[in-house]
T-cell receptor, first 109, second 116 residues
C-alpha cells in the first residue's frame, strides 16, 4: 500500500533550527511536496523536490533521497509565526497526491 | 501566480439543507480539481477528483449521492453537500494543480461548514 510517515508533533525554540522528516512508500513517484498549514486555514505550498538533493529557499530547505524514500524540511532561524502543521505529500505514478498526517510544530520563546 | 478561489468561506445552516461550494481557478484552466475534507487536527482526506466534462472520481467510502460534484467548465468545479447533517460539519478544501507539469496544488481558502 501507499504510505507517508512523519512525526505527529515537534517542539523547537525561537531562533533555532528544526528538521521535519518524512518517509514515503508509493506506487511510482513523481515528486514530493511540503505544505504549511496554519490552524483553520488552507495549506500553502512550500517546496517541491523530484530530484535527489537539497533545495534551499530562504529560511526553508527541503531534501530528497529517492533511493531511501526519504525527505526532510529544514527550517532555520525559527520564528513564532512558523508554528503550524507541516504536511508532506508524495505524487504517485498516477499523479495522485498521497498525504502524510502532518507534523504539528510548536515554537517556544 | 496561480490562484484558486473558493466560496463561501463559512456556512452555518440547518440540518437537511443542501449547501453548494464553488471552486474557481482564476488565472489558469484546470481540467482536474480535487475536493478534500479535513476534520480538526487531522490531515486532508481526498474525497473526489473532479474532471471537466466527465463524472467525478470518488474515493472509497465517499457517497456520490451525498456529495455531488459538477465540473462544468475549465475554471469552475462545485461540490454540493445534499441534505446536510451535523456529521457533515467539517472544513472542505478544493485544489487545482497549477499549469504545467508536476506543478504544486493551489488550494482555495477552504469552506467551514457547520450544520446545526
Amino acid at each position: 500500500g501507499q504510505n507517508i510517515d512523519q512525526p505527529t508533533e515537534m517542539t523547537a525554540t525561537e531562533g533555532a533550527i528544526v528538521q521535519i522528516n518524512c518517509t514515503y512508500q508509493t506506487s511510482g513517484f513523481n515528486g514530493l511536496f511540503w505544505y504549511q498549514q496554519h490552524a483553520g486555514e488552507a495549506p500553502t505550498f512550500l517546496s517541491y523536490n523530484v530530484l535527489d538533493g537539497l533545495e534551499e529557499k530562504g529560511r526553508f530547505s527541503s531534501f530528497l533521497s529517492r533511493s531511501k524514500g526519504y525527505s526532510y524540511l529544514l527550517l532555520k532561524e525559527l520564528q513564532m509565526k512558523d508554528s503550524a502543521s507541516y504536511l508532506c505529500a508524495a505524487l504517485d505514478s498516477n499523479y495522485q497526491l498521497i498525504w502524510g498526517a502532518g507534523t504539528k510544530l510548536i515554537i517556544k520563546p | 501566480g496561480a490562484v484558486v478561489s473558493q466560496h463561501p468561506s463559512w456556512v452555518i445552516c440547518k440540518s437537511g439543507t443542501s449547501v453548494k461550494i464553488e471552486c474557481r481557478s482564476l488565472d489558469f484552466q484546470a481540467t482536474t480539481m480535487f475536493w478534500y475534507r479535513q476534520f480538526p487536527k487531522q490531515s486532508l482526506m481526498l474525497m473526489a477528483t473532479s474532471n471537466e466534462g466527465s463524472k467525478a472520481t470518488y474515493e472509497q467510502g465517499v457517497e456520490k449521492d451525498k456529495f455531488l460534484i459538477n465540473h462544468a467548465s475549465l475554471t469552475l468545479s462545485t461540490l454540493t453537500v445534499t441534505s446536510a447533517h451535523p456529521e457533515d460539519s467539517s472544513f472542505y478544501i478544493c485544489s487545482a494543480p497549477g499549469p504545467g507539469d508536476n506543478q504544486p496544488q493551489h488550494f482555495g481558502d477552504g469552506t467551514r461548514l457547520s450544520i446545526l
